[in-house]
């Protein structure tokens, strides 16, 4: 029992002793002011209620020498019941910037590792905790805020290290020239930012011009402004000064700079002329070219619109002169612009003006414009002839007769000296002209096909030179008026139609061609005589095109129908044509047949007997032909005379003289003695487009061949057939033939076989194909070849019997 008590007692006096140790350290922290009891406990009983403290910023001076610094120390109620670990987080500890702050983790004791600059890093907010030994929290996380003390450590920098401005010669004292500005990268909530501006030094450009301080600076905006009279350009261009800023209101640190400021011109003085007479000479006849110059002085600033000027030219009723600026010089350039006449007015006096191009200033003495007088001579020389009208226009009908007067008085001279005339140009040789008169006459009749002539237009060129040798061209447009010439011509002349039943026989396209222009062509007028309107009738189609067709049914045989075709010319020219018309049989296409399918297809019968003795015949006539050739052969080799070589025969007449001469110009249809073109055309051969040819040998001989690029049916031009007597129409009836060649639709394509005429049956000329037919080389006597000298030896030798 007495144990019991003792150990009771004991118990009693630790239990005081360690409440009496936490008052008085409570107390002790109570009563140090560094130490914040952040999680400070408040209440009664078993239930403690928690008020977070607002902490106040704890502030920290930059760039410190003591290092490292300590700054606060923070606790928990918790260290009464144990052991308790403090920690810190944030910027500036485990974030960057790292390493700033630093917590002792036993006293919570935070501390300043390195010194602190605010311009890089003003303030930092960190997190404490406290922890067991665990790691458990044993408080909620609490706000530390940082706060970086500024100290005047940077001094001000001038935003630019020179500035430029300016202001106009004779300002006003308090004119504002230019600001300037300046930086502090200290706190700007304290003295270490605030500003201060002066000028410290100033000068003139020319050096000492001026010796008066004219500007002044606002210490805090940095207005510069003009704080005296006197600024005049032509005395003083330019001014440097030497600015100052400096913090702590002007006390503190400094920075310098530089303020360049030009005097810029107004404009104060007006332009004299120096001199203000002027003598000057031009040639007449000469424009666009300069006569002289004039000069001024201004004594405002060169290349500026108060130096640059303008010049005005008066009494010029005529308007012959002109003057421009010289932008470089501010001369005045006087030029002709229009041509002066010597035999007109030998002198001219010009006044010219001057006035700058900005207005003059207010500042600037009430002066009158300065002028200048200027006397022009003008300078003789020979003119050249000049034609009334360039070009020469003459408007004639294509049809008008050789030896007609076109054009007179066309040309003139300013000297009345004599003139010659002369064609430079002629390509046709249409025109001749009067050398003295100059008037031009037609030397031949116009051809509208001529290929000189474009758009009814003929061009030519005519050239007058004076006594004294000075000359001038025209051309000569001779506009070819359209006349009614030649009668409209019906195509095609010749057609097959099918016999028989009308219906089946819808007629044919008709055209005409005329070899006029419009208006003088096209349309035609297509009219059948009344003698034939019983069984013919002709139907327009369009203004070129008309369709002949017959009104009663038609026998198999020829017909000759007359067209009567005009055309739309003034006068209008009419033309009669024969149309012959073939009516043949036609098969169930519509198509004409061959007179042999016509005759096997008619009702007349033919026996099998007939048949073998009419192709008996026809062989044994064949065979009788082929024996006469040879026989005839054999006869010519015989003649052959010895010694006179293989190519020589027995005839005395001449070969050349057997060359046949004729004038037909080509196959076509209705030639019978050519070759027949159907049976020379290969379809393989044909290129696809434009033509349409003859589809092969068997067709009717009277298909046409008809083009993709044109109507069918349409007519062939009319070629001519013989060529001129005169030489120098040579070339006209070449181009007309090859004009016609090139418009004809009925041609065949350009590849397809050619086609020659018939030269006449016989020749007295040896045949080459008979040569050595009938007889072996040992008939033949070859020793004349040894006699052609050693060229033909190897000839000879192969031909030697030895």
């Known amino acids: 029992m007495a144990l019991w008590r003792l150990m009771s007692c004991l118990l009693s006096l630790l239990v005081c002793q360690v409440c009496s140790s936490a008052e008085y350290h409570h107390r002790e922290a109570e009563q140090d002011p560094h130490v914040l009891y952040l999680w400070r406990n408040r209440g009664k009983g078993m239930i403690r209620v928690k008020r ?50 630093e917590i002792d983790d036993k006293t919570g004791m935070i501390r300043s590792k390195r010194p602190l600059d605010r311009e890089q890093h003003s303030s930092f907010t960190l997190k404490a905790f406290a922890l067991s030994p665990s790691g458990e929290r044993l408080e909620n996380p609490t706000t530390i805020e940082i706060m970086v003390l500024d100290q005047n450590d940077n001094k001000p920098n001038f935003t630019q290290k020179q500035f430029f401005g300016s202001v106009q010669e004779f300002s006003v004292p308090g004119t504002l020239v230019m600001s300037v500005s300046a930086t502090d990268a200290d706190d700007p909530m304290t003295e270490n930012a605030v500003l201060g501006f002066s000028i410290v030094g100033q000068e003139s450009i020319p050096p000492n011009a001026v010796n008066k301080t004219m500007f002044g600076i606002n210490n805090q905006t940095g207005a510069i402004y003009t704080r005296d009279v006197g600024l005049d350009r032509e005395v003083v261009k330019e001014f440097k000064l030497k600015l100052r800023v400096a913090d702590m209101g002007g006390d503190g640190l400094i920075g310098d700079a530089v303020a360049i400021i030009t005097v810029s011109d107004i404009n104060n003085h007006a332009p004299q002329f120096h001199p203000a007479s002027y003598n000057i000479k031009a040639l007449e ?18 290349g500026t619109g108060n130096w640059e000027v303008k010049y005005t030219v008066s009494h010029d009723p005529f308007g012959n002169f002109a003057i421009q600026t010289d932008p470089v010089t501010n001369q005045g350039i006087l030029t002709v612009v229009k041509p002066l006449d010597y035999e007109i007015k030998r002198e001219h006096t010009l006044i010219i003006t001057v006035e700058n191009i900005n207005p003059p200033s207010i500042k600037a003495p009430n002066l009158p414009s300065s002028s200048a007088t200027v006397s022009v001579t003008v300078v003789n020389e020979n003119e050249a002839p000049y034609f009334k009208e360039n070009p020469i226009l003459i408007q004639v009908p294509e049809n008008e007769k050789p030896g007609k007067l076109l054009k007179r008085n066309i040309a003139s001279d300013p000297d009345h000296s004599e003139l010659r005339f002369e064609i430079s140009k002629d390509p046709e040789g249409w025109l001749d002209i009067n050398r003295e008169t100059g008037n031009i006459f037609l030397r031949r009749s116009f051809n509208m096909k001529s290929p000189h002539v474009k758009n009814n237009i003929y061009s030519a060129v005519i050239k007058v030179t004076d006594a004294g040798g000075a000359s001038a061209s025209a051309a000569v447009n001779i506009i070819l008026e359209e006349t009614n010439d030649f009668p409209p011509q019906v195509l095609p002349l010749s057609r097959f139609l099918c016999a028989g039943d009308r219906r089946r026989t819808p007629g044919f ?20 005589p009344d003698s034939l309107l019983s069984n013919w009738t002709v139907t327009k189609v369009n203004d070129t095109h008309a369709i002949l067709r017959p009104t009663v049914e038609l026998e198999a045989g020829e017909y000759t129908v007359t067209v009567w075709v005009t055309d739309s010319g003034s006068p209008s020219q009419s033309a009669l044509s024969q149309v012959n018309v073939t009516a043949c049989l036609c098969d169930s296409y519509g198509d004409c047949r061959s007179e042999a399918g016509a005759f096997l297809g008619s009702r007349v019968g033919i026996s099998f007997i007939a048949l073998i003795i009419i192709i008996a015949s026809g062989v044994f006539l064949l065979v009788l032909l082929f024996l006469a050739v040879a026989i005839n052969a054999c006869g010519r080799r015989h003649h052959i005379k010895k010694g006179s070589g293989l190519l020589v025969g027995e005839s005395e007449d001449d070969i050349r003289d057997n060359i046949l001469n004729y004038d037909e110009q080509g196959g076509g249809e209705e030639d019978e003695n050519a070759f027949n073109i159907d049976l020379l055309w290969n379809p393989r051969d044909a290129p696809p487009a434009p033509w349409s040819f003859y589809p092969g040998p068997g067709l009717p001989r009277g298909k046409q061949p008809l083009r993709k690029d044109a109507p069918h049916n349409l007519p062939s031009p009319v070629y001519p057939r013989r060529p001129p007597a005169d030489p120098a129409d040579i070339e006209d009836y070449i181009n007309e033939g090859l004009e016609a060649a090139d418009n004809d639709p009925n041609v065949p394509p350009y590849d397809t076989a050619l086609i020659y005429d018939f030269e006449g049956e016989g020749s007295v000329a040896g045949s080459l194909s008979s040569i050595a037919s009938g007889s072996s080389d040992g008939d033949q006597d070859y020793d004349y070849l040894n006699n052609w000298g050693p060229r033909f030896q190897k000839l000879a030798n192969m031909y030697d019997p030895r």
Do not use: M
Request: proline residues 9%; glycine residues 4%; charged residues 25%.
């Open 509 to 528: 396209l008709l055209t005409a061609v005329d070899e006029d222009r419009s208006p003088h062509a096209a349309p035609f007028i297509f009219v059948i």
């Open 285 to 302: 006849n000469v424009y666009n070219v300069e006569i002289g110059r004039v000069s001024v002085i201004d004594r405002d600033d060169p």
């Open 52 to 101: 977070d403290w607002i902490i106040p910023p704890i502030r920290v001076s930059e760039n410190s020498r003591v290092v490292p610094e300590n700054l606060v120390q923070i606790k928990s109620d918790k260290i009464f019941s144990g052991e308790v670990i403090y920690k810190l987080e944030g910027p500036g500890v485990d974030q960057e910037p790292k390493n700033l702050f």
